[in-house]
């Protein structure tokens, strides 16, 4: 088997490890504490990863389009509507079954959701499936033409005006810019990698983590891809995310890395937790709405939510990597 990179899957696991803890937070209503704020403003760019990650380790966008784009959509959009529809039956299963318990929920609903936003009710997540798959469409015919792949830098500037403009855009394409740039600075790092020593590396990294550590204080900004959010200073929201990114990585990458135990496995199936994990939460929560028992603001249920989550990915792994398509893993044509 090809050896697995510890470096990535350690770090894939931990953004998988902070996604979940961020959504099960939100739905227990403990995102407004003190604590959990300065958490995730210092690990805002690691929803950026994935598409960084992918750029590292892509090895080429060309080929045939039509032949392109049907392997793209069976390995992200297969899963995608399949997550989709599981999540939706989970949720509004539950609204059908016991309205009574669901006023507020039903109140919200709204068609414009099918087409303003790329992530389905019962399956929020999903966005970032349609977001990675778009961007790989649009790389692919942006490298057909020589040197366009330039205009690419421009990209954080077009999200930042999509923002400007209240992201116009339907299917929440409006990140999709920031992810293809992301995806292309994890390609010119790669690139920087082959080109210099490791000394070097370690180098270049530790001066990116500084700059990093330093601008993140005094100029502090955050992406939020998700909803193509520029929160604070933008332009330390940018610079701050390529140092992070490009400084961790290379670090990781330079030192020997072994391989961590249950974060590195995360990283290593991080497509089971990634979609399976917010359908569990819905399942969790309207279970409990049900029965008059209310999560908010309750401690010892987000403790119980969150084993009950995390164990259940963990049992679905093997079976969900199984089917192709749950996880998009189809066998690639000799």
Not at 5 to 11: C, R, S
Not at 139 to 166: A, D, N
Request: hydrophobic residues 50%; charged residues 15%; positive net charge.
């Amino acid at each position: 088997m090809k050896q697995r990179n510890h470096a990535f899957d350690f770090l894939c696991g931990l953004c998988i490890l902070r996604m979940m803890l961020l959504h099960l937070i939100s739905m227990c209503g403990y995102r407004g504490e003190f604590w959990f704020g300065k958490l995730m403003a210092w690990s805002f760019f690691f929803m950026s990863f994935f598409f960084f990650k992918a750029g590292y380790f892509n090895k080429t966008v060309s080929g045939n389009s039509l032949a392109y784009i049907k392997d793209k959509a069976k390995r992200l959009l297969t899963p995608y509507f399949m997550w989709g529809a599981i999540g939706s039956i989970i949720y509004f299963g539950f609204i059908w079954l016991f309205p009574e318990h669901f006023d507020k929920v039903i109140h919200r609903l709204s068609w414009q959701h099918t087409y303003r936003v790329s992530h389905f009710y019962g399956d929020p997540p999903c966005w970032f499936l349609m977001s990675f798959f778009l961007a790989y469409i649009a790389i692919h015919f942006i490298y057909k033409v020589r040197y366009l792949h330039l205009v690419i830098l421009t990209f954080p500037f077009v999200s930042y005006w999509l923002w400007k403009m209240h992201n116009p855009l339907w299917l929440s394409m409006n990140n999709v810019f920031m992810g293809i740039f992301y995806f292309y600075l994890g390609h010119l790092w790669k690139m920087l990698q082959l080109k210099v020593n490791r000394t070097q590396i370690i180098g270049i990294s530790v001066t990116l983590i500084l700059i990093f550590a330093v601008g993140n204080k005094l100029m502090h900004g955050e992406y939020d891809m998700s909803l193509n959010k520029f929160v604070s200073n933008p332009w330390g929201a940018g610079i701050n995310t390529t140092c992070a990114l490009c400084g961790i990585s290379g670090l990781l990458l330079a030192l020997p890395m072994r391989r961590i135990p249950v974060v590195n496995y995360i990283g290593e199936h991080s497509m089971v937790f990634f979609v399976a994990h917010y359908p569990l939460i819905f399942f969790y929560k309207f279970t409990h709405n049900t029965f008059g028992r209310d999560v908010w603001h309750h401690w010892d249920e987000f403790i119980t939510m969150s084993v009950f989550v995390m164990v259940i990915c963990f049992f679905l792994v093997p079976f969900v990597e199984k089917v192709p398509i749950l996880s998009g893993r189809f066998k690639k044509k000799s």
